[in-house]
């Protein structure tokens, strides 16, 4: 499912519209978002808890969740938020040696230290770190690199779900309008929507799903109204940051549980209207406690999908052989 499809309908909007039994006036689109994002954390959550040795990460993600730090020589404290990327479980730091050969460092946690800290992490002793202590925001290496080496610290870890975030972006007041935006990556009959902080450019609405046109570019593009329609025209500029989200993106996550985002996008919205299907929903997304009245459904169902399937091709084979023994 997209997010949004006015086309097919088989999106995750649609069905969260068709379990409320509403639509775009009474169940806002950028409300639906908001709690799709929500719902994917909590995905996240579950599949981190159960996956094992293949780590869950997002198939909307364009490279591995790896990232790099420089080691300076003489330096062995490093700030974990300067990794640059989103980390939410760190699986384990390794360090290039001089050589640029890579090895795991061990973890220490500062409680189980045999002596003080300042003793056991000491600048007089160098070389290649081989332990490694994260005490806050802060990662301490020993013993204290004797060498500098780009991207000598590596993090492999587990991150966030590729999330349906708003962009900020430019409009101009054109024939067409043009939306600005470096690498936008959208191609053309993608669909959007914007939000403003201001007012829109005349002729652009917020809450309302536009397509992206053929004439698109690498830093910019323009919308029409209707799938294969024409450019619109903009007669004022607007006013404030504006913003725009692709609706036409796919979740990452396994195509079987995007049901699960759709119901839990649209509880929040059957407990403040006090809906009757209130109750169905809730066994349906279910729970992972077995003294919850509601366990089982989706979220059992997800736990056990991570938790068995395959980590290693070696495991199958040699299972295999054992069945057929």
């Known amino acids: ?180 935006i470096t690498a936008h990556g959208l191609l053309a009959n993608d669909t959007v929507m914007f939000e403003t902080d201001g007012a829109l450019p005349t002729g652009l609405s917020v809450d309302t799903v536009y397509w992206v046109v053929a004439t698109v570019s690498a830093n910019a593009f323009s919308v029409a109204a209707t799938l294969g329609g024409t450019a619109i025209n903009t007669t004022a500029a607007g006013s404030g940051i504006h913003y725009y989200v692709e609706t036409s993106k796919v979740p990452g996550i396994p195509t079987i549980h995007h049901p699960y985002l759709a119901r839990h996008a649209a509880l929040p919205f059957l407990i403040e209207k006090s809906l009757p299907q209130v109750n169905q929903i809730k066994k349906l997304i279910g729970s992972n406690n077995p003294r919850d009245p509601f366990y089982g459904g989706d979220e059992l169902a997800i736990i056990k999908f991570f938790a068995r399937r395959s980590k290693d091709v070696r495991n199958i084979i040699t299972m295999r052989r054992k069945l057929f023994r």
């Open 1 to 180: 499912m997209k997010l949004y499809d006015s086309i097919s309908r088989d999106s995750v909007i649609h069905e969260v519209f068709r379990i409320c039994g509403a639509n775009e006036n009474n169940y806002s689109i950028r409300d639906v978002v908001a709690r799709v994002n929500s719902a994917l954390d909590r995905y996240l959550h579950l599949a981190f808890g159960a996956d094992g040795r293949w780590p869950f990460d997002d198939i909307n993600e364009t490279s591995p969740p790896i990232d790099t730090q420089d080691i300076v020589s003489g330096t062995n404290r490093y700030k974990f938020s300067d990794f640059t990327e989103k980390i939410l479980h760190l699986i384990k730091l390794t360090v290039l040696n001089a050589d640029a050969v890579e090895t795991k460092l061990i973890p220490e946690r500062i409680e189980n230290l045999s002596d003080s800290f300042l003793q056991i992490y000491k600048s007089t002793i160098t070389g290649t770190p081989s332990h490694y202590l994260k005490y806050g925001d802060f990662i301490y290496l020993r013993p204290y690199p004797d060498y500098n080496e780009t991207g000598g610290l590596r993090a492999y870890f587990n991150r966030p779900a590729s999330k349906f975030e708003f962009a900020t972006c430019t409009i101009s007041q054109a024939s067409p309008a043009v939306v600005g």
